[in-house]
């Protein structure tokens, strides 16, 4: 790669993000819905074991700190290993990574709905992550390769909303499985469910999926995956299993290495951009605005998101009292909502620029106050009815941020990074979702015994608003229209 390709200009340019061709391959109908299922797959699987692991619990005798490592396992594989993922697609060909990641996504699902105990299961879900991670940075880099114009604002509006569903329909579709028992098989359907689904996604992604790569194959930067590897284990790995472990020693030493696995790994990410080499990471990257203003957004977000739906399972199941399919379906309301908003996006983005973000979040915040009040007010008695109103408005508020935060971050990445652009944003999401079970999760099962757990419930929605009026805020520093 010569240092022409990394120049201010053709990364700043909008136009940049155009396919550098308009006779190159185009994604139909069907491949888009296939890799559409693609990226379900991986955020289905991350929400849809919470309402599983107090069954997972007792039929494995694990432990609370184990359980942590079922759900952090897969996050923290998964995030470590997105950025490489998506270089490996500009690399060797995105529909060809998308095959081999789907196929091993269906192997170690399999895997894990066999695990005859605990540790396999744990080992089971890291492969799973890592798998996820090869397949989800194609899904958004043959849509920026593969169209352009209204096709693409369609597409990556369609992409936000399968994103947001699939977040809330893992867990309910747990709490689905686990309840119906099918064949006997309890917990273990929750990943057995993938398998019948991957086979046919195989299918449709040899007959339906171009293949698409980097028009300058740049080769893997080894020193910045190991350095970008260690960075996100430093962090994430001590917040995940912190607290069900008490806080050894070790996880204040690696909190504390952080920052400076952190700084080493942009000085050689930066090094390897000056000298014209191909660094993981392209700092120039960031040059990028609408890049580095999104990504912002993604963090609040993602983090109260993830957090939420992981304390709202608890608090539903073991406060409430409520079953396995009763606590998912008590966020149906909010699925559906913001399916139905999410298809809106374009027309209303076309119309009022970024803005639509900023009303989402003011709409996010009312909705989680309804949510706090229901608990507030109905506590113990909390469920679908007394949860609607505030699902209702929280899903259209979520739906008027998410998919339009997707569309700045990618709209000026040149089709030439596609695969790296959407694994950074990516692997910026799924660090925000670990960091959104850790912190908010945390909070809620340490004020639990003090406060109990309507208390702790509110206490933690309380701190998920405050997330939400920083996303506002930051989206008013959005560029106001969009490619």
């Known amino acids: ?37 693609g990226a379900a797959l991986p955020l289905i699987d991350f929400f849809i074991v919470n309402v599983a692991l107090p069954t997972i619990g007792t039929d494995l005798a694990a432990s609370e700190s184990v359980l942590e490592l079922v759900v952090s396992g897969y996050g923290v594989s998964y ?19 998308f095959l081999a990641g789907m196929a091993a996504f269906g192997l170690t699902s399999l895997a894990c709905g066999l695990a005859p105990g605990a540790w396999s299961l744990v080992a089971a879900r890291g492969a ?23 096709r693409r604002a369609r597409a990556m509006g369609l992409y936000g909303a399968t994103a947001g569903l699939a977040m809330v329909a893992g867990q309910i579709l747990g709490g689905v499985l686990v309840a119906a028992d099918i064949a006997g098989t309890g917990w273990r ?35 910045g995956t190991f350095l970008l590897a260690a960075s996100l284990l430093t962090l994430l790995v001590p917040l995940t299993e912190g607290r069900a472990a008490g806080w050894p020693l070790w996880t204040w030493l690696s909190l504390a290495a952080f920052p400076f696995v952190a700084a080493a790994f942009y000085a050689v990410e930066r090094r390897a951009d000056r000298e014209g080499r191909t660094p993981l990471v392209p700092p120039s990257l960031f ?14 977000f993602s983090i109260g998101f993830s957090g939420f739906m992981f304390v709202i399972a608890v608090a539903l199941q073991q406060g409430a009292g409520l079953g396995p399919v009763a606590a998912g379906l008590a966020l149906a309301p909010l699925a559906v909502v ?24 003011v709409l996010q915040g009312a909705g989680l106050t309804l949510m706090a009040l229901a608990a507030w007010w109905f506590w113990p008695h909390l469920g679908f009815v007394e949860l609607l109103p505030g699902g209702v408005v929280a899903g259209a508020g979520q739906a008027l941020q998410l998919p339009v935060i997707y569309r700045v971050i990618l709209s000026e990445v040149p ?34 015994p003090g406060w109990g757990m309507r208390d702790a419930l509110i206490a933690t929605v309380l701190v998920q608003i405050c997330g939400v009026v920083l996303t506002g805020l930051l989206s008013l520093r959005l560029p106001r229209t969009i490619a």
């Open 1 to 37: 790669m010569t240092t022409e390709s990394l120049a201010p200009r053709p990364v700043r340019s909008p136009t940049a993000a155009a396919p550098a061709s308009s006779s190159g391959p185009a994604l139909g109908g069907l491949g888009l819905f296939t890799v559409l299922l």
């Open 415 to 448: 089709p030439a990074r596609a695969g790296v652009g959407s694994g950074v944003m990516i692997t910026t999401q799924q660090s925000a979702l670990a960091l959104g079970v850790a912190t908010l999760g945390t909070l809620f099962l340490s004020l639990v």
């Open 128 to 150: 799973q992550g890592a798998s996820a991670a090869a397949m989800l940075p194609q899904v958004l880099a043959t849509i920026q390769a593969t169209t352009t114009g209204p």
């Open 79 to 97: 995030a470590v290993l997105l950025v490489l993922g998506g270089r490996l697609g500009d690399l060797f060909g995105r529909r060809r990574l």
């Open 338 to 361: 913001f399916f139905v908003f999410s298809l809106l996006g374009p027309r209303l983005i076309a119309r009022y620029g970024t803005r639509v973000v900023t009303a989402g979040a």
């Open 287 to 300: 040059a990028l605005t609408s890049l580095r203003r999104g990504l912002l957004l993604v963090l609040p």
């Open 189 to 223: 359907s929750v990943f057995l469910v993938n398998v019948p689904v991957v086979l046919a996604g195989l299918v449709l992604a040899a007959r339906a999926v171009p293949e698409t790569r980097s028009p300058r194959p740049e080769p893997v930067d080894v020193p």
